[in-house]
């Protein structure tokens, strides 16, 4: 199978990623748990690009290659757990077939008319990056284990009008231990996390005392993801974990930061101080403004010359 440059290959079926990864046939449409060792990849597909239309949570005994800040700062090294959401684009290299792990498929159509089919869309880490994997303890590899397996033997029993209430009931707990060691995560990377953090102000007041909100506007959280090689979800995970705050709030915060300091030592008018600032429209500054201090920029110029 060869798809043209730069174009995708959609795979929208359980069934036809099974066909193509030489899995058996899976024994329900929707949902189906696989060895990866047991994949047989054919050479065309390798290095091939593709967008599959279900949920994918896999296990990598090893990873391998350079991921997030270095081997250095892994937790643990006895495998780890990539989230993803359908309709992310996915590659295949000769790497991807030298491991061993699990792979759970679950087409979103399984979670019709259930409260996971909204729920899951909260959990964040189906939007980080590979080099963001969750990486596992040997207690915590065991949790996750035991839960695949739980839902292994439901698909491998006998189904009837339970089967489905109780691997969505697995499938949540599945997801709720992801997202606790996820936090363990955090919190056992704090060193690195706050050089981060430091990394994260830098970056602001660089790009605030730099005026380069004169040519590309106020910043995003995607320019500080993509400056700190992060998926933007992930770097608001880590930094609310460390903070309280999400990364627009840090953004939000230097600005405001950035706009005292305007009103106090300058001359310029609230207009060409959000001009300055990356506004388009001064309203826009007013209303951020008044939203996080309480003041309006002149009430709060007022204030300040008053006291």
Known sequence: MKTEENSPFKINSISHLHELLGFPKPVHPLISLNRNADMVVESDLLNQHFLLNFYKISYKKSLKG???????YYDFNEGGMIFTAPNQLLSTSQDDMDYEGLSLLIHPDFFRNYALAVKIKT?????????????????????????FDNIQTELNGTIDD???????????????????FYKRQFITRKAV?????????????????????????????DYLANQLSLSPRYLSDLLRSLTGQSAQQHIHEKLIEKAREYLTATNLSVAEIAYQLGFEHPQSFNKLFKNKTNQTPVEFKQAFYHN
């Open 123 to 147: 959990y964040g880490f189906f939007s980080y990056s590979a080099n963001e994997a969750l990486f596992l303890s040997d207690n915590e590899k065991q949790v996750i284990f035991s839960v």
């Open 193 to 221: 996390s706050s050089d981060l953090l430091t990394r994260v102000e830098l970056l602001l007041s660089e790009y605030f005392e730099g005026e380069e909100t004169l040519s590309k506007g106020l910043p995003t959280v």
């Open 162 to 180: 339970f089967s489905q209430d109780v691997i969505i009931s697995h499938v949540e707990v599945l997801l709720n231990y992801s997202n606790r």
């Open 66 to 72: 350079k991921f997030g800040y270095g081997q250095g």
